[in-house]
T-cell receptor, first 113, second 112 residues
């Protein structure tokens, strides 16, 4: 039972363009969402998060959008850089869950020079 | 200065053996976790401890036993290893999920 879904296993983008990574969720109890970035042979690194009371959160080149009615969130990276090439995981948790994160399967982003 | 460190990084062992993976964090976080990334790349929670108290215990075979001697350490012991236990195991810590987890670099366990 996948409560967090990342339907695109991979995405390829040219350097300087926008990367859009998508994530859907099914559990309406989720009220906090996070994106993690993972390089090979390393652990995931926290990137950006958003609370369900917001619809947008921005941090430098990274912006996360949340559409609660559609149970959809997306991560925008502008402009994309070759160093952004990594696997991106979407994750979510619900209050009272002891911060138990449920992860999506990840999307491999490749930014071509 | 590594924030969350796991040892060993790689572990190859035979079926039936017992092994341990150690995790230490120097961030002062109260909560620590073990996650498993299986062959399908899903990251799934196994256990969580808050200040040495078990707070999350997912459906995991009881061959897996976490131990937290203090809030900076969370070790994972696995008895009678099976082929299906082969995976990457990640330790993580958090002061609260609003700040995200800090993950270790993972332990790749291969059972042969």
């Amino acid at each position: 039972d996948q409560q967090v879904k990342q339907n695109s296993p991979s995405l390829s983008v040219q350097e300087g363009r926008i990367s859009i990574l998508n994530c859907d969720y099914t559990n309406s109890m989720f009220d906090y969402f996070l994106w993690y970035k993972k390089y090979p042979a390393e652990g995931p690194t926290f990137l950006i998060s958003i609370s369900s009371i917001k619809d947008k959160n921005e941090d430098g080149r990274f912006t996360v959008f949340l559409n609660k009615s559609a149970k959809h969130l997306s991560l925008h990276i502008v402009p994309s850089q070759p160093g952004d090439s990594a696997v991106y995981f979407c994750a979510a948790y619900s209050g009272g869950s002891n911060y138990k994160l449920t992860f999506g399967k990840g999307t491999l982003l490749t930014v071509n020079p | 200065d590594t924030a969350v460190s796991q040892t060993p990084k790689y572990l190859v062992t035979q079926m039936g053996n017992d092994k341990s993976i150690k995790c230490e964090q120097n961030l002062g976080h109260d909560t620590m976790y073990w996650y498993k990334q299986d062959s399908k790349k899903f990251l799934k929670i196994m256990f969580s401890y808050n200040n040495k108290e078990l707070i999350i215990n997912e459906t995991v075979p009881n061959r897996f036993s976490p131990k937290s001697p203090d809030k900076a350490h969370l070790n994972l012991h696995i008895n009678s290893l099976e082929l299906g236990d082969s995976a990457v195991y990640f330790c993580a810590s958090s002061p609260g999920a609003d700040y995200g987890y800090t993950f270790g670099s993972g332990t790749r366990l291969t059972v042969v």
